[in-house]
């Protein structure tokens, strides 16, 4: 069984309309992270959680804010979307310190498309 | 601050091997990890490596040297469905939240 799930799994929005996408892992992992992948980019880190009630930016998290209300359920929220925002995005877990922190793992994805 | 370098493609043989190659530059290393992603899906963990040497774990091997800044995933007896990209990501020295720099990805191409 899935141990993160994502949803929903495709989205289609328009301009400066607001985004939510979930993310649920039943790994008790403290650590849950947001990257978006975009051709000749690669994984790109927008938030991060340390745990239920704590996040972080990461390198790109302008245009984004997060949300960690318990250890499960970590989500991404766009305010005001923009076509810039298109991407897929990846929701990870991972172990904190005395876990194995080496493995993240990831979600199935969110396809995400700004008209 | 960080960088990861991969080339964005390679081509092999089935039967034969290929060697993914990864760069970094970063102010503390403390890390490289594999990732393998299939076309439309989620990367999945491959392999960990801190210390320098060659770590064999079967189908495949990871390599890394801290001074040059360097690592390789090598794949051998390659299979069609090894056709996929490998992602190549750097943890640094008290990187809070144990975040990790990716890689753009090497898309590898195994041909018949």
């Known amino acids: 069984e899935a141990a993160v799930t994502q949803s929903p799994r495709n989205k289609v929005a328009v301009t400066g309309g607001k985004v939510t996408l979930s993310c649920n892992q039943t790994n008790n992992h403290n650590n849950m992270y947001w990257y978006r992948q975009d051709t000749g980019h690669g994984l790109r880190l927008i938030h991060y959680?340390?745990?239920?009630?704590?996040?972080e930016k990461g390198d790109i998290p302008d245009g984004y804010k997060a949300s960690r209300p318990s250890q499960e359920n970590f989500s991404l929220i766009l305010e005001l979307a923009t076509p810039s925002q298109t991407s897929v995005y990846f929701c990870?877990?991972?172990?904190?310190?005395?876990?194995?922190?080496?493995?993240?793992?990831f979600g199935p994805g969110t396809r995400l498309t700004v008209l | 601050g960080q960088g990861v370098e991969q080339p964005a493609k390679l081509m092999s043989v089935e039967g034969t091997f290929a060697r993914v190659n990864c760069t970094y530059s970063?102010?503390?290393?403390?890390?490289l990890s594999w990732y393998q992603q299939r076309e439309g899906q989620a990367p999945v963990f491959l392999s960990y490596?801190?210390?320098?040497g060659l770590k064999d774990s079967g189908h495949f091997s990871t390599f890394l040297s801290r001074s040059n800044g360097y690592s390789y995933l090598l794949l051998t007896e390659l299979q069609i469905k090894d056709s996929a990209s490998y992602l190549c990501?750097?943890?640094?020295?008290?990187?809070?939240?144990?975040?990790?720099?990716f890689g753009i990805g090497t898309r590898v191409l195994v041909r018949p």
């Open positions: 990501a750097v943890r640094a020295r008290n990187s809070a939240g144990n975040k990790l720099t």
């Open positions: 990870a877990s991972g172990a904190g310190l005395g876990g194995n922190y080496a493995e993240q793992f």
């Open positions: 970063t102010s503390g290393f403390n890390g």
């Open positions: 490596v801190v210390l320098d």
């Open positions: 959680s340390y745990g239920a009630g704590s996040t």
